[in-house]
T-cell receptor, first 112, second 111 residues
Framework: RKEVEQDPGPFNVPEGATVAFNCTYSNSASQSFFWYRQDCRKEPKLLMSVYSSGNEDGRFTAQLNRASQYISLLIRDSKLSDSATYLCVVIGALNRDDKIIFGKGTRLHILP | DAGITQSPRHKVTETGTPVTLRCHQTENHRYMYWYRQDPGHGLRLIHYSYGVKDTDKGEVSDGYSVSRSKTEDFLLTLESATSSQTSVYFC??????????FGEGSRLTVL
């Protein structure tokens, strides 16, 4: 099993729809989880942290399922501007190089 | 946005020449990283630093060296560039929260 896995997509979703994607991780001792967004030919930018209790930021909801070892990102009422690649990041021990693991990303296309 | 700049943003060079990429931060963050991003591979860590003169290797460090003589600057050097090092290079910074802030990237082409 790969350390962090994401469905590469692309997810083609009509504007206004709800879309969700998951990220699985193999290290059960992982401590911190994040979602990043990366636009084409741009740098990744932090979208949101993922807390054990789940968290919501506007149209975005992130959840952590430790038992099944995955995190999820839900986007409601999707906008054209949500089109991007979404990267999950799993950190085992804070700021150790071999513990910051990036997924390869899930591409999302919002269709007008 | 975090104060992090990379230079140069674009560079074309020839095989065998040395190349240095610079990452400069104004946030006084302790940790600095160099990643490369290639299609099909995602982000891969080259080297990282956890303080002035404290650096360590990442998963793809062969052919690269780094230096950090000041908190704000982290240099990545390709001693003798090869075509396989054509890539987009991202610098990132973080504190103990684990959240990474990335520079805008340096696009390197080795002919």
């Amino acid at each position: 099993r790969k350390e962090v896995e994401q469905d590469p997509g692309p997810f083609n979703v009509p504007e206004g729809a709800t879309v969700a994607f998951n990220c699985t991780y193999s290290n059960s001792a992982s401590q911190s989880f994040f979602w990043y967004r990366q636009d084409c030919r741009k740098e990744p930018k932090l979208l949101m942290s993922v807390y054990s209790s789940g968290n919501e930021d506007g149209r975005f909801t992130a959840q952590l399922n430790r038992a099944s070892q995955y995190i999820s990102l839900l986007i409601r009422d999707s906008k054209l501007s949500d089109s991007a690649t979404y990267l999950c990041v799993v950190i085992g021990a804070l700021n150790r190089d071999d513990k910051i693991i990036f997924g390869k990303g899930t591409r999302l296309h919002i269709l007008p | 946005d975090a104060g992090i700049t990379q230079s140069p943003r674009h560079k074309v060079t020839e095989t065998g020449t040395p190349v240095t990429l610079r990452c400069h931060q104004t946030e006084n963050h302790r940790y600095m990283y160099w990643y490369r991003q290639d299609p099909g591979h995602g982000l891969r860590l080259i080297h990282y630093s956890y303080g002035v003169k404290d650096t360590d290797k990442g998963e793809v460090s062969d052919g690269y060296s780094v230096s950090r003589s000041k908190t704000e600057d982290f240099l990545l050097t390709l001693e003798s560039a090869t075509s396989s090092q054509t890539s987009v290079y991202f610098c990132a910074i973080s504190e103990d929260t684990g959240e990474l802030f990335f520079g805008e990237g340096s696009r390197l082409t080795v002919l």
